[in-house]
């Protein structure tokens, strides 16, 4: 992605929001800024939320709901969250897999409304925006975008905290070809938010979305994000992913309760080297999930930095007896398991049958985005 700048249009006003930021402050930005560890045990479990026990009984005992539900409660176990998954809910959940995402972290949108006559404002404007930037000669090397539909998207939303996903579609045609089809969607979500990072003040005018997906050709996904960031006043920043980050997901993924294929890694050779751009490791899945076993050893409901690190150690020691190439000294670009293909430039593809998977991968890179997020 190349920098933009945000356009916002002259008759566009926002309030004066100078008394400071819309983020609730502690002294590294968020209390939970935790990445040597990460939740691993069933949706709605918590081992960083003091009280958060308590809070969740009073919320059970006071039976809060509201006429359309927009989530499930975090003290529910994983298979009664699941199970009251409609029928809609289940499609959506399986609407992410098998197919390539890119990953982006969004700042909280300002005054956003999921009513249906302000989400069908949405669509027509989206569809406005899209038709100006068709004039201007933006999409002569892709797709013809046409109209667009901004509306809800339930099933990501599990714990107290989350706003019902929303689902952008642009239909359009391909070149060449008469065919009306969806060429570019978006998926903006927060799923299983154990912190709110809003300030309980301002709560009403913002709405926080931690990750957002995207796919479609990339001239549209340019369009799509400028278009959010004039429209809600937000910011939206490409995710990328360490090596360690990658490890930590290769590792953790691993332990997921999944039918296993062999774990897929790829290293990038040191320029210096001629003749070898990368190296391709793929090791048996069920010496994978050996290796696992012996490692872990705990049902503990978290996941931690040195459980991942003796993992990948143990992978990369073997592959240096046979070959005598340090693997740990290079770059690690992607990695292929059973649950997603994740690579370092964000992008993502979920293979995860199970729903319950899907929305762990969801829950992980909710976590992720939060830990991320920057008070200014």
Not at 173 to 179: G, I, P, S, T, V
Not at 185 to 210: C, G, H, M, R, W
């Amino acid at each position: 992605m190349t920098d933009r700048t945000v356009r916002t249009p002259a008759n566009v006003t926002y309030p004066d929001r100078s008394h400071g930021s819309a983020l609730r402050t502690f002294a590294m930005g968020t209390p939970f800024r935790t990445p040597d560890r990460r939740r691993f045990g069933p949706l709605g479990s918590s081992w960083r939320t003091p009280g958060r026990s308590e809070v969740l009984k009073r919320i059970d005992n006071q039976r809060i709901r509201t006429s359309t539900p927009r989530s499930r409660y975090t003290s529910k176990t994983a298979e009664e969250v699941l199970t009251e998954h409609t029928e809609v809910e289940q499609h959506n959940i399986k609407e992410l897999v098998g197919k390539v995402w890119h990953v982006f972290n969004l700042t909280p949108l300002y005054n956003f409304k999921e009513n249906k006559s302000d989400l069908q404002h949405y669509s027509r404007t989206l569809s406005s925006h899209i038709a100006a930037e068709c004039k201007r000669g933006v999409f002569v090397d892709t797709s013809e975008p046409g109209d667009a539909t901004v509306a809800l998207f339930s099933g990501l939303d599990v714990a107290a905290d989350d706003h019902k996903a929303v689902l952008i579609e642009i239909r359009g045609k391909a070149r060449n070809k008469n065919e009306d089809k969806v060429i570019s969607q978006a998926v903006l979500f927060s799923t299983d938010l154990e912190y709110n990072p809003l300030k309980a003040e301002i709560k009403e005018e913002f709405t926080y979305f931690a990750c957002m997906l995207i796919r479609g050709p990339e001239s549209v996904s340019q369009t799509l994000q400028n278009w959010i960031e004039v429209q809600f006043d937000c910011k939206v920043v490409k995710q990328t992913f360490t090596s360690h980050e990658l490890a930590f997901m290769a590792a953790m993924f691993t332990g997921f309760s999944e039918v296993h294929k062999p774990l897929e890694l790829v290293y990038k050779v040191p320029k210096e080297i001629e003749g070898l751009s990368h190296i391709d490791y793929s090791t048996n899945a069920s010496d994978c999930v050996r290796l696992w076993n012996k490692i872990r050893g705990t049902d503990s409901e978290i996941f931690t930095t040195e459980e991942a690190n003796k993992f990948i150690t143990g992978l990369e020691s073997h592959f240096f007896e046979i070959y005598s190439i340090k693997l740990n000294a290079m770059q690690l670009l992607t990695i292929g398991t059973s649950i997603a293909f994740v690579g370092q430039d964000g992008r993502l593809k979920v293979h995860a049958k199970s729903p319950e998977n899907v929305l762990k991968v969801c829950r992980h890179l909710t976590d992720v985005s939060v830990d991320r997020l920057t008070v200014c």
